[in-house]
């Protein structure tokens, strides 16, 4: 019909007007370059050379990263550090090391800083010398950082040891004279000094410092621990536990120079060196200490022995004239010991060390009398030990094998009171030189 309303375009025509090829007419006139960007593309930022960054600088020829961290141990154990620049740190490369970052390196920077580290060494070597070079890197080993290399900068954990082991500067004279008077208080009790070298299996153990005693101290490490590192409230104690703390490592046979810690490192010490640190702490006026001086047992079952007399007589024979004997008596008689003092110089220290000698040359010393001691029986029964008695040569008679040796703070038990109270303790190797 004419009048009727237009037919609606199918589905078909619809979707086919939506497919169609686009006409020539329909084409882009140009296409999107960078002068010409479609609408919807960013603006690429503006460069303005006033804010353009400059390349970095090249790392300085030397800094802080070449710094050595060093740490020097003082007489009375404790430890100071410092930093200081190597003496060949013109030869550093350019390169920073790569301990500034505190994460793992890649495997090619940690060769990188091994190759570092073996040309600084190799440098110190030919700076130095193989001798001095090892002296160095072993007491860097020791007192330095804890892994054992100076390139390495220090882990919390090392500066907190190093903190620890920080204390005020304390009076070195005082601490010595401290330490001298712990020594023999230690010592001269009998029953305290046993106690001490159970190593706590005597019940807990007592600081003579500050008069602690209690579950804190079940052992010698733990009390040693404590002396060198004392709590705040006994700070004015601290030359006090420095010297016991020397004097009972002395006891025990550990090392006092290096610091306590959980490793228990310091507890290793030589026989030689130990030995030494023992001989040095003598009786003073200086004394000698004679052993097997008993003659046998009396008609009221009281020990009898070689009386001052005798044993004067004795050491006149051998040579010794200026010695004074005195024999030992407790309470069962003659206690088969005789001390011989000697003048309180260097005269004196000088017979008194001649003496010991004379025994120790003929293989009567101090260690000869430690092997024989536990067959030691006073009375009758030894007479029949070589070891104790033999026959002289011109007269035929039994004679008693004497053994000798320098009186130390470790013989105090062993004389008696007032020997004790009038001796003082004294370091050999000082008074050798400045009597």
């Not at 007489?75 to 390169?95: N, V």
């Not at 060494?121 to 860097?140: H, I, T």
């Not at 097997?292 to 009281?302: F, H, L, Q, S, V």
Request: some cysteine.
């Amino acid at each position: 019909m004419a009048g009727g309303n237009p037919q609606k375009p199918s589905s078909s025509s619809h979707h086919h007007h939506h497919h169609r090829k686009p006409t020539p007419e329909s084409k882009p006139k140009s296409k999107p370059s960078p002068s010409n960007p479609p609408h919807h593309s960013k603006p690429s930022p503006k460069v303005n050379p006033e804010t353009t960054l400059a390349p970095p600088p090249p790392p300085p020829a030397y800094g802080f990263h070449m710094l050595d961290r060093r740490t020097i141990l003082l007489a009375d154990g404790t430890a100071r550090s410092y930093f200081a620049l190597p003496p060949d740190y013109q030869d550093f490369p350019p390169q920073l090391p790569w301990h500034f970052d505190r994460n793992p390196p890649p495997d090619h920077h940690r060769q990188q800083n091994q190759d570092y580290r073996n040309s600084l060494e190799g440098s110190r070597k030919r700076k130095f010398g193989d001798d001095e070079f090892a002296r160095q890197r072993q007491q860097l080993l020791q007192y330095g950082n804890g892994n054992g290399s100076s390139l390495a900068g220090p882990s919390n954990r090392e500066e907190g040891r190093a903190a620890k082991h920080m204390r005020p500067e304390v009076d070195q004279a005082k601490v010595k004279t401290l330490f001298l008077n712990y020594v023999r208080v230690v010592n001269e009790n009998a029953n305290q000094k046993k106690k001490y070298l159970a190593d706590g299996k005597q019940g807990s153990l007592q600081c003579l410092a500050c008069g602690r005693s209690s579950k804190n101290f079940p052992d010698m490490h733990s009390l040693i621990m404590h002396t060198y590192n004392p709590e705040k409230s006994t700070s004015d104690l601290v030359p006090d536990h420095l010297g016991l703390h020397k004097a009972l490592c002395i006891l025990m046979g550990w090392n006092s120079m290096m610091p306590p810690d959980n490793s228990k490192a310091y507890q290793r010490l030589s026989a030689e060196d130990n030995a030494a640190n023992r001989d040095d702490l003598i009786m003073w006026p200086p004394h000698v200490i004679i052993r097997n001086t008993t003659t046998g047992k009396g008609r009221d079952g009281r020990m009898e022995g070689l009386g001052n007399k005798a044993m004067d007589a004795k050491l006149r024979d051998i040579g010794f004239t200026t010695g004074k004997p005195k024999s030992m008596y407790g309470r069962d008689g003659h206690m088969g010991t005789t001390v011989v003092k000697f003048a309180s110089d260097q005269s004196g220290l000088k017979d008194a060390v001649r003496l010991a000698d004379f025994f120790e040359k003929e293989r009567r010393g101090r260690g000869s009398w430690a092997s024989v001691q536990h067959m030691y029986k006073p009375g009758n029964d030894d007479e029949k030990d070589p070891n104790f008695v033999k026959l002289d040569k011109n007269t035929g008679q039994k004679e008693r094998i004497l053994y000798g040796y320098l009186g130390t703070v470790f013989d105090l038990e062993i004389v008696d009171f007032d020997t004790r109270k009038k001796v003082t303790i004294e370091s050999k190797r000082e008074k050798a030189h400045h009597t």
